[in-house]
T-cell receptor, first 116, second 117 residues
Framework: ETGVTQTPRHLVMGMTNKKSLKCEQH?????MYWYKQSAKKPLELMFV???????ENNSVPSRFSPECPNSSHLFLHLHTLQPEDSALYLC???????????????FGPGTRLTVT | AQKITQTQPGMFVQEKEAVTLDCTYD???????LFWYKQPSSGEMIFLIY??????QNATEGRYSLNFQKARKSANLVISASQLGDSAMYFC??????????????FGTGTLLAVQP
């Protein structure tokens, strides 16, 4: 596998279900990101993990719970979602150095989530 | 506040012609980075090109070039010799100068490019 992979690619879940999205990067990066992409809206950053520490949480509802067990893996645990949570969820990774630098992010193919 | 504006919701271009996708940004910071990403219908966001605010030369990557006009705060993407495979959504993004340690990106709403044979 190369680049950033995400599983599953498509997910349909009821509002009472619990599911998890998985992201894996094979680029040697040390920062990972979760974005939400809804129709006709800019990408919304949800969470950032840098060196396995969560450094950003953009006021995301607690029904979304991220987990970053190591620098290569990122999960998004979902429970009791709402229909408005239906969207494309994109994972990305990049290099990160505390002192400086601007680094491009590399994205996975996304998980298309539908909440019924 | 930092903001990215893409005023073209959709564009058409004939195959083999060049096309310019507009992007303007708003920031009061002197140090920032600008990115363009391509998103085909498959969903994956593909990094295309990067321009740093202090770069004196316009960035180029193959058929992609960035027309960077700092005084006008614009960073337009130029695709030369369009191909059918260029049909996709294109997003302009800026590294949030106030993102601190997070390398946070701010995205525009995107432009849907359709290349016609």
């Amino acid at each position: 596998e190369t680049g950033v992979t995400q599983t599953p690619r498509h997910l349909v879940m009821g509002m009472t279900n619990k599911k998890s999205l998985k992201c894996e990067q094979h680029l040697g990066h040390n920062a990972m990101y979760w974005y939400k992409q809804s129709a006709k809206k800019p990408l919304e950053l949800m969470f950032v993990y840098s060196l396995e520490e969560r450094v950003e949480n953009n006021s995301v509802p607690s029904r979304f719970s991220p987990e970053c067990p190591n620098s290569s893996h990122l999960f998004l645990h979902l429970h009791t979602l709402q229909p408005e949570d239906s969207a494309l969820y994109l994972c990305a990774s990049s290099h990160f150095f505390k002192t400086s630098g601007i680094y491009e992010q590399y994205f996975g193919p996304g998980t298309r989530l539908t909440v019924t | 506040a930092q903001k990215i504006t893409q005023t073209q919701p959709g564009m058409f271009v004939q195959e083999k012609e060049a096309v310019t996708l507009d992007c303007t940004y708003d920031t009061s910071d002197q140090s920032y980075g600008l990115f363009w990403y391509k998103q085909p219908s498959s969903g994956e966001m593909i990094f295309l090109i990067y321009q740093g605010s202090y770069d004196e030369q316009n960035a180029t990557e193959g058929r992609y070039s960035l027309n960077f006009q700092k005084a006008r705060k614009s960073a337009n993407l130029v695709i030369s010799a369009s191909q059918l495979g260029d049909s996709a959504m294109y997003f302009c993004a800026m590294r949030d100068p106030r993102g601190g340690a997070t390398n946070k990106l701010i995205f525009g709403t995107g432009t849907l490019l359709a290349v016609q044979p």
